[in-house]
């Protein structure tokens, strides 16, 4: 594809609701990872995944986080029982090589 | 742990003014270097990189230089124009994995 896409851009969920993020990557990129973007900071690791194989999660927040890319490409990122502060802008980035990475617009979570 | 730490913004410039944004980093080993740019209702663009002590970046007129000795990677821009009016991310990769980014600084260009 032309470049990493998200979707959906905007969500809007009730608290304890559960909510699915996808990310396509650009064909044929090995590397995927997710990101955590407050407002007024910085991209934040989530998790990273080389194919199918999540390589490190160590940056998910709680056991309500869950990511999974199961045919190398797609990914979906998972939250539980969402709760005010999972309020971000979840991004999405590929990698054919590293270091360069190539990130998606985005998807703006609010939890009201 | 690493850590990005960079210039607090918001940074005002008139057209055609020098432009530097700091950037130092803590990190173990030997880290790749990066500056992103993120205009206005769009996502995460790579601006430059560098992977080595010494290396310059270069890209659209805006440089850095990884600076082993001072832990620093600081964006200059010899003339800014309105265009360049965005969020300008530094960010090192350590390892294979991850990214850890500063908090970005916001750049406003006036005419």
């Known amino acids: 594809g032309a470049g990493v896409s998200q979707s959906p851009r905007y969500k809007v969920a009730k608290r304890g609701q559960d909510v699915a993020l996808r990310c396509d990557p650009i064909?044929?990129?090995?590397?995927l990872f997710w990101y955590q973007q407050a407002l007024g900071q910085g991209p934040e690791f989530l998790t990273y995944?080389?194919?199918?194989?999540?390589?490190?999660k160590s940056g998910l927040p709680s056991d309500r986080f869950f990511a999974e890319r199961p045919e190398g490409s797609v990914s979906t990122l998972k939250i539980q029982r969402t709760q005010q502060e999972d309020s971000a802008v979840y991004l999405c980035?590929?990698?054919?090589?590293?270091?360069?990475?190539?990130f998606g617009p985005g998807t703006r979570l609010l939890v009201l | 742990g690493n850590s990005v730490t960079q210039m607090e913004g918001p940074v005002t410039l008139s057209e055609e003014a020098f432009l530097t944004i700091n950037c130092t980093y803590t990190?173990?080993?030997?880290?790749?270097l990066f500056w992103y740019v993120q205009y206005p209702g769009e996502g995460l663009q790579l601006l430059l990189k560098a992977t080595k002590a010494d290396d310059k970046g270069s890209n659209k007129g805006f440089e850095a230089t990884y600076r082993k000795e001072t832990t620093s990677f600081h964006l200059e821009k010899g003339s800014v124009q309105v265009s360049d009016s965005a969020v300008y991310f530094c960010?090192?990769?350590?390892?294979?994995?991850?990214?850890?980014f500063g908090d970005g600084t916001t750049l406003t260009v006036k005419p």
């Open positions: 990190a173990t080993g030997y880290p790749s």
């Open positions: 995944f080389q194919n199918e194989a999540q390589l490190d």
């Open positions: 980035a590929s990698s054919l090589w590293l270091p360069a990475q190539y």
């Open positions: 960010a090192l990769k350590a390892n294979a994995g991850k990214s850890t």
């Open positions: 064909s044929g990129h090995v590397s």
